[in-house]
Every structure is written in structure tokens, then in C-alpha cells.
């Protein structure tokens, strides 16, 4: 019998946490915003909304889409740019109790290296997002996160920069999610975010018009959760590092889905917009599965319900 509380510590990379909860860049501010709403010392570690090398202003609106099972969504990175944010924003960060992950954006291989050097130089970051959904302008336009050497070459580079914890964002709009994945651990990845949203449109049929100003956008909410479930079960089994499962997670029942499917971490993204208590409630709930089964921490349900995570894979997390 378990005759202490189990720990859900969890540990990517170098970054150690209290909690498996990151909260989705782009969906939680930088924390603080969520501060009357719940208790910000049970979430793991904000992600911040992705920063690119210059100020973006954003795709045209209308920007969201309202769908029968989630969102779709076209912001276009819009941002301040790393100068302003690195003197406006980033100062904040450190007198906060909660852990806050930078998000870093890029069109070539050298803005990612810019913006990634300048945002790991400073110690209120706890660790580095790369979102490689973004076309290199260098390539034809072509996604970073669609070509393993691409993924490859942006990772390298950004390994070469810094010694924090590097996460890296597959995108699900690939034909092999795995192959990305392993090209991404073996240039220095530390974890994987697993995964972002899911190429979609709608069109308003009164006005024969795309209803989203840029056309397409991207899919989130618990529409895409089959979708996230199967790309970590399936990236479980070709990679060894750490993932951070994330796609329509709501609830406590789908955050184990992804734990249990082989990740480490879980990230609440669209949720947090309908009810921002989602993260402290999976965070007790959590406690509370692993109590009722006698377990003693997080790490002894991760991979559970993968074969092939579970004969490949050393859990790095709190064993404790």
C-alpha cells in the first residue's frame, strides 16, 4: 500500500517539473492572465506563444472558427518580435513560482538559431519550444516539420546554441509523423512535442466564401485527440526521449489516454479557453488515479498500453 501521496514529478531533458502539465503555447498567456481563475502553483510549466525574429502582424481576420468538436484557428504568429519581447516581456518571468518555456518561430534555419540563441541566453526561460511548422522561405516554402533533414538541420543548429532543454514540435500534417520524430531525437532533441494542429478549412455557405481570412487553418480540440493518441503511441516506439503529448486533451481520462500511449508530459491547449481550472483539476485527478491503484509516481503508467514503448524506453521521470 502506497502511505505516501505519488509523486507526478517529471523530468525532459534537463528541465525538471512538479507536474506532467505544460499549458499549449498560444493558450495561456505567460500564466499570469489565469491567475484569478486557479491555482498556478499545480500546473507543470507555460509554454509562451511562439516569437520570431521580427514583429509579425498576423493573418487577415477572421482568425477562429468555431467547429462542432474544436477550433480552427489562423493567427498567423502574430508577435512583438524578439527585441521587444526580450525587453518588455521576458523580464516579467522570473519574479513568477510557475516554470514558462519559450516558443521559437523561424522562416530559415538562421532565424531559428537568432531567435533560439538570444531566448536560451536568458535564465526567466526555463527551456526552448521549437515550432518547426513554419515554411522555410530558403526551401520553396516548404515546412520544416514535413522534411526529416529539414527538421534535422534546424534542430542541429539550435542544439549548437544552447544547453536547456530543447523541445521540438512535430507537426501531424506528414505522411510519416515517426520519421520526423526519429531525425529530430538523433540531431539533439531532448523532447518531442507530439502533436500540433491539423490542417482544416470552412466555408460559409451563404457568402461562398472561405470563413477563415487565411483560407485554411489549423484544427485543435478534442476532434484531433484520436489523431494526437495514435502519433505518440506510434512516435513512442521509434524515439527514446521524452514526449509531450498534446491534441484535445480535456479531461482527465484523455490526458491518461496519451500517458498510457507513451508520453511523459501532457499540454492543455484549446481547454483552457472554456475553463481555465482543466489543468489543476487533471493535476489532482492524476494523484488521485495513481492513489486509488496503489502506484507510487507518474512514471508507472507512461507506455502502459504500448508494447513497443515498453520494451524500447527507460522512464527518466521522479521514480519516487
Known amino acids: 500500500m502506497v502511505e505516501t501521496q505519488p509523486s507526478l514529478a517529471i523530468k525532459l531533458g534537463k528541465l525538471e517539473l512538479p507536474y506532467p502539465t505544460l499549458m499549449g503555447s498560444g493558450c495561456y498567456g505567460s500564466g ?8 498556478l502553483r499545480k500546473i507543470g510549466a507555460v509554454v509562451l506563444k511562439s516569437v520570431t525574429r521580427l514583429p509579425r502582424v498576423g493573418n487577415p481576420t477572421p482568425r477562429l472558427v468555431h467547429t462542432p468538436a474544436g477550433m480552427l484557428n489562423a493567427i498567423g504568429l502574430q ?9 518588455h516581456e521576458v523580464p516579467k518571468y522570473g519574479r513568477r513560482p510557475w516554470r514558462v518555456i519559450g516558443s521559437v518561430a523561424g522562416f530559415s534555419v538562421d532565424d531559428y538559431a537568432y531567435v533560439c540563441e538570444r531566448l536560451a541566453a536568458r535564465d526567466e526561460i526555463a527551456a526552448i519550444e521549437l515550432n518547426i511548422s513554419c515554411p522555410n522561405v530558403a526551401s520553396e516554402g516548404e515546412t520544416f516539420a514535413c522534411d526529416p533533414n529539414l527538421t534535422a538541420k534546424v534542430v542541429r543548429t539550435c542544439r549548437g546554441l544552447t ?20 531525425e529530430a531525437e538523433a540531431a539533439g532533441a531532448d523532447a518531442l512535442a507530439v502533436i500540433n494542429t491539423v490542417r482544416g478549412m470552412a466555408i460559409d455557405v451563404d457568402t461562398w466564401h472561405p470563413r477563415l481570412g487565411n483560407v485554411t487553418g489549423g484544427l485543435s480540440g478534442p476532434a484531433i485527440r484520436p489523431i494526437a493518441v495514435l502519433a505518440v503511441y506510434e512516435v513512442a516506439r521509434v524515439v527514446t526521449i521524452p514526449i509531450v503529448g498534446q491534441g484535445g486533451i480535456e479531461t482527465t481520462r484523455d490526458a491518461l489516454e496519451f500517458l498510457l500511449a507513451g508520453a511523459t508530459a501532457i499540454s492543455i491547449g484549446t481547454a483552457n479557453f472554456t475553463d481555465p481550472r482543466v489543468p489543476e483539476r487533471i493535476v489532482e485527478e492524476l494523484r488521485e488515479y495513481l492513489l486509488n491503484r496503489n502506484l507510487a509516481s507518474i512514471g508507472e503508467i507512461v507506455g502502459k498500453a504500448n508494447v513497443g514503448f515498453a520494451t524500447a524506453h527507460e522512464y527518466e521521470g521522479d521514480q519516487g
Request: net charge negative; proline share 5%.
Open 163 to 182: 544547453d536547456k532543454t530543447l523541445i521540438v514540435k512535430l507537426s501531424p500534417n506528414v505522411t510519416d509523423i515517426t520519421a520526423i520524430a526519429f
Open 32 to 39: 499570469e492572465e489565469f491567475a484569478q481563475f486557479t491555482d
Open 79 to 87: 508577435n512583438p518580435g524578439i527585441d521587444w519581447y526580450l525587453e
